[in-house]
Protein backbone atom coordinates (compact mmCIF):
# COMPACT_ATOMS: atom_id res chain seq x y z
CA UNK A 1 0.00 0.00 0.00
CA UNK A 2 1.44 3.51 -0.56
CA UNK A 3 2.04 6.20 1.65
CA UNK A 4 -0.42 8.36 0.54
CA UNK A 5 -3.09 6.53 1.27
CA UNK A 6 -5.57 6.92 -1.69
CA UNK A 7 -9.59 6.56 -0.85
CA UNK A 8 -12.59 6.96 -3.49
CA UNK A 9 -16.02 7.11 -1.53
CA UNK A 10 -19.42 6.44 -2.51
CA UNK A 11 -21.95 7.83 -0.38
CA UNK A 12 -26.03 6.69 -2.09
CA UNK A 13 -27.82 6.83 1.46
CA UNK A 14 -30.82 8.72 -0.26
CA UNK A 15 -31.32 11.00 -2.85
CA UNK A 16 -27.82 12.71 -3.36
CA UNK A 17 -25.11 10.45 -5.73
CA UNK A 18 -21.73 11.97 -4.72
CA UNK A 19 -17.99 10.66 -4.86
CA UNK A 20 -15.20 11.80 -2.52
CA UNK A 21 -11.13 11.09 -3.05
CA UNK A 22 -8.98 11.83 -0.21
CA UNK A 23 -5.14 11.56 0.44
CA UNK A 24 -3.82 10.86 4.09
CA UNK A 25 -7.54 12.64 5.67
CA UNK A 26 -7.25 15.65 2.90
CA UNK A 27 -10.45 16.11 0.21
CA UNK A 28 -9.47 16.63 -3.32
CA UNK A 29 -12.78 16.26 -4.44
CA UNK A 30 -16.54 15.76 -3.50
CA UNK A 31 -18.81 15.48 -6.04
CA UNK A 32 -22.47 15.34 -5.37
CA UNK A 33 -25.45 14.94 -8.18
CA UNK A 34 -28.56 15.87 -6.73
CA UNK A 35 -32.36 14.35 -7.80
CA UNK A 36 -34.79 17.35 -8.50
CA UNK A 37 -37.46 15.32 -9.59
CA UNK A 38 -38.37 14.58 -5.89
CA UNK A 39 -39.95 18.01 -5.05
CA UNK A 40 -43.02 17.43 -7.14
CA UNK A 41 -43.96 14.28 -4.95
CA UNK A 42 -43.12 16.49 -1.71
CA UNK A 43 -40.75 13.91 -0.62
CA UNK A 44 -37.69 11.01 -1.39
CA UNK A 45 -39.49 8.77 -3.19
CA UNK A 46 -37.44 5.32 -2.96
CA UNK A 47 -37.73 3.24 -6.03
CA UNK A 48 -36.99 6.16 -8.30
CA UNK A 49 -34.13 7.36 -6.09
CA UNK A 50 -32.62 4.12 -6.83
CA UNK A 51 -32.80 3.89 -10.71
CA UNK A 52 -31.37 7.91 -9.94
CA UNK A 53 -28.27 6.65 -8.39
CA UNK A 54 -27.78 4.06 -11.24
CA UNK A 55 -27.51 6.62 -13.60
CA UNK A 56 -25.41 8.69 -11.51
CA UNK A 57 -22.72 6.32 -9.74
CA UNK A 58 -20.94 6.42 -12.87
CA UNK A 59 -20.33 9.99 -14.21
CA UNK A 60 -19.91 11.11 -10.88
CA UNK A 61 -17.35 8.65 -9.50
CA UNK A 62 -15.20 9.69 -12.76
CA UNK A 63 -15.53 13.13 -12.41
CA UNK A 64 -14.54 13.21 -8.47
CA UNK A 65 -11.62 10.92 -10.00
CA UNK A 66 -10.88 13.53 -12.43
CA UNK A 67 -11.06 16.83 -10.16
CA UNK A 68 -8.58 14.80 -7.70
CA UNK A 69 -6.43 14.00 -10.73
CA UNK A 70 -6.29 10.40 -9.81
CA UNK A 71 -6.78 7.51 -11.64
CA UNK A 72 -8.78 4.07 -10.44
CA UNK A 73 -5.12 1.93 -10.57
CA UNK A 74 -3.84 4.79 -7.72
CA UNK A 75 -6.56 3.72 -4.97
CA UNK A 76 -5.09 2.58 -1.91
CA UNK A 77 -9.16 1.69 -1.18
CA UNK A 78 -13.22 1.70 -1.85
CA UNK A 79 -15.14 2.87 0.76
CA UNK A 80 -18.81 3.23 0.41
CA UNK A 81 -21.98 3.77 3.19
CA UNK A 82 -23.39 0.99 4.24
CA UNK A 83 -26.20 1.59 6.62
CA UNK A 84 -28.27 3.71 7.30
CA UNK A 85 -30.84 4.66 4.52
CA UNK A 86 -32.97 3.52 1.74
CA UNK A 87 -31.87 0.32 1.09
CA UNK A 88 -32.49 0.38 -3.02
CA UNK A 89 -30.08 3.38 -2.74
CA UNK A 90 -27.71 1.76 -0.47
CA UNK A 91 -27.43 -1.14 -2.67
CA UNK A 92 -26.59 0.87 -5.53
CA UNK A 93 -23.60 2.40 -4.03
CA UNK A 94 -22.75 -0.94 -2.09
CA UNK A 95 -22.62 -3.06 -4.83
CA UNK A 96 -20.96 -0.62 -7.31
CA UNK A 97 -17.73 -0.04 -4.74
CA UNK A 98 -17.53 -4.32 -4.41
CA UNK A 99 -17.18 -4.57 -7.94
CA UNK A 100 -14.66 -1.82 -7.40
CA UNK A 101 -12.79 -3.48 -4.68
CA UNK A 102 -12.71 -7.13 -6.48
CA UNK A 103 -11.56 -5.50 -9.96
CA UNK A 104 -8.93 -3.53 -8.56
CA UNK A 105 -7.87 -5.64 -5.66
CA UNK A 106 -8.64 -2.93 -3.53
CA UNK A 107 -9.74 -2.53 0.18
CA UNK A 108 -12.94 -2.48 0.63
CA UNK A 109 -14.40 -0.09 3.76
CA UNK A 110 -18.00 -0.36 5.09
CA UNK A 111 -18.96 3.04 6.66
CA UNK A 112 -21.70 4.21 9.17
CA UNK A 113 -23.82 7.00 7.01
CA UNK A 114 -24.59 8.82 10.87
CA UNK A 115 -20.81 8.32 12.51
CA UNK A 116 -19.57 10.46 9.09
CA UNK A 117 -21.47 12.93 9.78
CA UNK A 118 -19.72 13.26 12.92
CA UNK A 119 -16.42 13.11 12.14
CA UNK A 120 -17.30 15.56 9.13
CA UNK A 121 -15.73 18.28 11.87
CA UNK A 122 -12.55 16.02 10.99
CA UNK A 123 -11.94 17.35 7.54
CA UNK A 124 -10.75 21.60 7.90
CA UNK A 125 -7.57 21.79 9.77
CA UNK A 126 -8.71 23.07 12.77
CA UNK A 127 -9.95 19.67 14.38
CA UNK A 128 -11.91 19.11 17.56
CA UNK A 129 -10.03 17.28 20.45
CA UNK A 130 -11.22 14.28 21.48
CA UNK A 131 -13.28 13.75 23.49
CA UNK A 132 -15.71 15.85 21.59
CA UNK A 133 -20.00 16.12 21.59
CA UNK A 134 -21.69 16.53 18.36
CA UNK A 135 -25.58 17.62 17.68
CA UNK A 136 -26.20 15.41 14.68
CA UNK A 137 -29.49 17.04 13.40
CA UNK A 138 -30.82 15.74 9.49
CA UNK A 139 -34.08 15.26 7.66
CA UNK A 140 -34.39 11.01 9.37
CA UNK A 141 -32.02 11.44 12.97
CA UNK A 142 -31.61 14.20 15.46
CA UNK A 143 -28.54 12.73 17.89
CA UNK A 144 -26.12 13.72 20.81
CA UNK A 145 -23.05 11.81 20.11
CA UNK A 146 -19.66 11.61 22.28
CA UNK A 147 -17.16 11.19 20.05
CA UNK A 148 -14.51 9.62 22.24
CA UNK A 149 -11.98 8.63 19.07
CA UNK A 150 -13.11 8.38 15.18
CA UNK A 151 -14.09 4.75 16.12
CA UNK A 152 -15.29 5.17 19.44
CA UNK A 153 -18.81 7.06 19.95
CA UNK A 154 -21.59 6.90 22.66
CA UNK A 155 -25.29 8.29 21.92
CA UNK A 156 -26.12 9.95 24.76
CA UNK A 157 -29.42 11.44 23.40
CA UNK A 158 -31.57 10.90 20.54
CA UNK A 159 -35.29 11.76 19.71
CA UNK A 160 -38.06 9.61 20.77
CA UNK A 161 -40.15 10.06 17.70
CA UNK A 162 -39.82 12.74 14.81
CA UNK A 163 -36.11 14.11 14.07
CA UNK A 164 -35.77 17.84 13.47
CA UNK A 165 -35.09 17.93 9.71
CA UNK A 166 -38.48 16.07 9.65
CA UNK A 167 -40.13 18.43 12.10
CA UNK A 168 -38.96 21.50 9.72
CA UNK A 169 -40.23 19.61 6.63
CA UNK A 170 -43.43 19.03 7.82
CA UNK A 171 -44.01 22.66 9.43
CA UNK A 172 -43.02 23.72 6.16
CA UNK A 173 -45.94 21.39 4.45
CA UNK A 174 -48.61 22.60 7.06
CA UNK A 175 -47.56 26.35 5.93
CA UNK A 176 -48.01 25.66 2.37
CA UNK A 177 -44.35 25.73 1.27
CA UNK A 178 -42.92 22.88 -0.89
CA UNK A 179 -40.56 20.61 -0.71
CA UNK A 180 -38.07 20.66 0.59
CA UNK A 181 -39.52 22.85 2.94
CA UNK A 182 -36.62 23.47 5.87
CA UNK A 183 -34.64 25.70 3.72
CA UNK A 184 -37.69 27.75 2.95
CA UNK A 185 -38.69 28.31 6.81
CA UNK A 186 -34.98 29.41 7.13
CA UNK A 187 -35.26 31.97 4.21
CA UNK A 188 -38.29 33.46 5.65
CA UNK A 189 -37.48 33.16 9.70
CA UNK A 190 -34.85 35.47 8.54
CA UNK A 191 -37.45 38.60 7.99
CA UNK A 192 -39.55 37.41 10.57
CA UNK A 193 -39.98 38.00 14.60
CA UNK A 194 -39.38 34.87 16.74
CA UNK A 195 -40.92 35.85 19.19
CA UNK A 196 -44.33 36.77 18.00
CA UNK A 197 -45.62 33.19 18.78
CA UNK A 198 -44.70 31.32 21.71
CA UNK A 199 -44.97 27.47 20.91
CA UNK A 200 -43.99 24.70 23.70
CA UNK A 201 -41.40 23.22 24.42
CA UNK A 202 -41.84 19.36 25.14
CA UNK A 203 -41.05 17.89 28.90
CA UNK A 204 -38.91 15.28 28.43
CA UNK A 205 -36.52 14.13 30.77
CA UNK A 206 -32.46 13.56 29.93
CA UNK A 207 -31.10 14.39 26.64
CA UNK A 208 -33.63 13.39 24.78
CA UNK A 209 -35.93 14.96 22.16
CA UNK A 210 -39.21 15.09 20.78
CA UNK A 211 -40.94 17.10 18.02
CA UNK A 212 -44.24 15.54 17.34
CA UNK A 213 -45.82 17.38 20.38
CA UNK A 214 -44.71 20.71 19.21
CA UNK A 215 -45.85 19.42 15.22
CA UNK A 216 -49.49 18.80 16.83
CA UNK A 217 -49.30 22.08 18.34
CA UNK A 218 -48.48 24.10 15.03
CA UNK A 219 -51.13 22.61 13.58
CA UNK A 220 -53.81 23.28 15.97
CA UNK A 221 -52.01 26.81 15.42
CA UNK A 222 -52.96 26.74 12.07
CA UNK A 223 -56.19 25.28 12.37
CA UNK A 224 -57.18 27.77 14.66
CA UNK A 225 -55.43 30.59 12.28
CA UNK A 226 -53.58 32.12 15.58
CA UNK A 227 -56.09 31.58 17.55
CA UNK A 228 -55.19 28.98 20.01
CA UNK A 229 -52.58 25.88 20.17
CA UNK A 230 -55.10 23.22 21.36
CA UNK A 231 -57.99 21.62 18.89
CA UNK A 232 -61.18 23.42 19.97
CA UNK A 233 -64.16 23.04 17.73
CA UNK A 234 -65.66 26.85 17.93
CA UNK A 235 -61.90 27.86 17.25
CA UNK A 236 -61.27 25.76 14.12
CA UNK A 237 -60.91 28.14 11.14
CA UNK A 238 -62.07 28.16 7.56
CA UNK A 239 -59.90 27.26 4.85
CA UNK A 240 -59.87 30.81 3.61
CA UNK A 241 -59.05 32.09 7.24
CA UNK A 242 -56.41 29.49 7.64
CA UNK A 243 -54.55 30.54 4.12
CA UNK A 244 -55.05 34.23 5.00
CA UNK A 245 -53.79 34.26 8.20
CA UNK A 246 -50.66 32.11 7.12
CA UNK A 247 -49.93 34.72 3.93
CA UNK A 248 -50.21 37.69 6.59
CA UNK A 249 -47.69 36.21 9.31
CA UNK A 250 -45.75 34.03 7.43
CA UNK A 251 -42.06 35.24 7.96
CA UNK A 252 -43.22 35.68 11.69
CA UNK A 253 -44.48 32.07 11.52
CA UNK A 254 -41.59 30.74 9.83
CA UNK A 255 -39.31 32.34 12.60
CA UNK A 256 -41.22 31.59 15.85
CA UNK A 257 -41.14 28.13 14.20
CA UNK A 258 -37.11 27.64 13.75
CA UNK A 259 -36.82 29.72 16.80
CA UNK A 260 -38.31 26.77 19.12
CA UNK A 261 -36.90 23.76 17.42
CA UNK A 262 -33.35 25.59 17.64
CA UNK A 263 -34.01 26.20 22.02
CA UNK A 264 -35.24 22.47 21.87
CA UNK A 265 -32.35 21.40 20.50
CA UNK A 266 -29.61 23.29 22.26
CA UNK A 267 -31.26 23.69 25.54
CA UNK A 268 -30.83 19.65 25.35
CA UNK A 269 -27.45 19.71 23.96
CA UNK A 270 -26.36 22.32 26.44
CA UNK A 271 -27.45 20.47 29.37
CA UNK A 272 -25.37 17.22 27.92
CA UNK A 273 -22.29 19.66 27.15
CA UNK A 274 -22.25 20.85 31.16
CA UNK A 275 -22.58 17.44 32.29
CA UNK A 276 -20.56 15.37 30.41
CA UNK A 277 -17.88 18.40 31.11
CA UNK A 278 -16.75 18.89 27.21
CA UNK A 279 -14.90 22.06 25.75
CA UNK A 280 -14.99 21.04 22.26
CA UNK A 281 -18.53 21.17 20.56
CA UNK A 282 -20.04 20.34 16.90
CA UNK A 283 -22.81 20.40 14.89
CA UNK A 284 -23.30 18.33 11.94
CA UNK A 285 -26.05 16.86 9.40
CA UNK A 286 -28.00 18.19 6.96
CA UNK A 287 -29.98 21.01 9.55
CA UNK A 288 -26.80 21.82 10.73
CA UNK A 289 -26.88 23.96 6.93
CA UNK A 290 -29.65 26.10 9.15
CA UNK A 291 -28.33 29.45 9.23
CA UNK A 292 -30.67 29.94 12.35
CA UNK A 293 -29.11 27.20 14.09
CA UNK A 294 -25.63 27.93 13.32
CA UNK A 295 -25.72 31.39 14.55
CA UNK A 296 -27.30 29.97 17.71
CA UNK A 297 -24.47 27.20 18.42
CA UNK A 298 -21.79 29.84 17.92
CA UNK A 299 -23.39 31.91 20.57
CA UNK A 300 -23.65 28.73 23.02
CA UNK A 301 -20.25 28.28 22.69
CA UNK A 302 -19.30 31.86 23.60
CA UNK A 303 -21.58 32.34 26.20
CA UNK A 304 -19.88 28.73 27.72
CA UNK A 305 -16.68 29.06 26.68
CA UNK A 306 -16.65 25.98 24.60
CA UNK A 307 -14.79 25.80 21.36
CA UNK A 308 -17.17 25.31 18.05
CA UNK A 309 -17.01 23.49 15.29
CA UNK A 310 -19.43 23.92 12.14
CA UNK A 311 -18.74 22.12 9.11
CA UNK A 312 -18.70 24.20 5.29
CA UNK A 313 -22.55 23.55 3.71
CA UNK A 314 -20.89 21.21 1.24
CA UNK A 315 -20.07 18.40 4.37
CA UNK A 316 -23.43 19.40 6.10
CA UNK A 317 -25.59 17.52 3.75
CA UNK A 318 -25.64 13.77 2.40
CA UNK A 319 -22.04 13.90 0.93
CA UNK A 320 -18.79 11.40 0.12
CA UNK A 321 -16.31 13.44 1.91
CA UNK A 322 -17.79 13.09 5.01
CA UNK A 323 -17.82 9.08 3.73
CA UNK A 324 -13.80 9.87 2.64
CA UNK A 325 -12.82 10.84 6.08
CA UNK A 326 -14.05 8.17 7.83
CA UNK A 327 -12.70 5.94 5.98
CA UNK A 328 -9.31 7.56 6.28
CA UNK A 329 -9.53 6.40 9.84
CA UNK A 330 -10.71 3.13 9.50
CA UNK A 331 -8.07 2.79 6.38
CA UNK A 332 -5.29 3.55 9.26
CA UNK A 333 -6.46 0.72 11.50
CA UNK A 334 -6.91 -1.77 8.80
CA UNK A 335 -10.78 -1.45 9.12
CA UNK A 336 -11.87 -3.33 6.12
CA UNK A 337 -15.03 -4.88 5.36
CA UNK A 338 -15.40 -8.58 3.15
CA UNK A 339 -17.00 -8.68 -0.08
CA UNK A 340 -19.93 -10.66 1.25
CA UNK A 341 -20.94 -7.22 3.38
CA UNK A 342 -24.71 -6.12 3.20
CA UNK A 343 -26.25 -2.54 3.51
CA UNK A 344 -28.88 -1.81 5.96
CA UNK A 345 -31.59 0.28 6.25
CA UNK A 346 -30.83 0.94 9.83
CA UNK A 347 -28.32 0.49 12.35
CA UNK A 348 -25.51 3.02 14.45
CA UNK A 349 -22.53 0.52 14.62
Not at 80 to 101: C, D, M, N, R, Y
Not at 225 to 231: D, E, F, Q, R
Not at 275 to 284: P, Y
Not at 323 to 341: C, E, G, H, R
Request: aromatic fraction near 8%.
Amino acid sequence: MSKSNIILAIESSCDETSAAVCADGKILSNNIATQAMHAQYGGVIPELASRAHLQNIVPVVDVALKQAGKTLEELDAIAFTQAPGLIGSLLVGAEFAKSLSLALNKPLIAVNHMQAHVLANLIPDRKPAFPFLCLTVSGGHTQIVLCKSPAEMEIVGETIDDAAGEAFDKCAKLLGLPYPGGPLIDKYAKEGNPDRFQFPEPKIPGYNFSFSGLKTAILYFLMNAGKSLVYKEAFTATEEEKKQFIEANLTDICASVQKRIITILLNKFSKAAKDLGVKDICIAGGVSANSGLRKAFAELGERNGWNTFIPEFQYCTDNAGMIAITAYYKLLNKDFAPLSVQPAARGFE
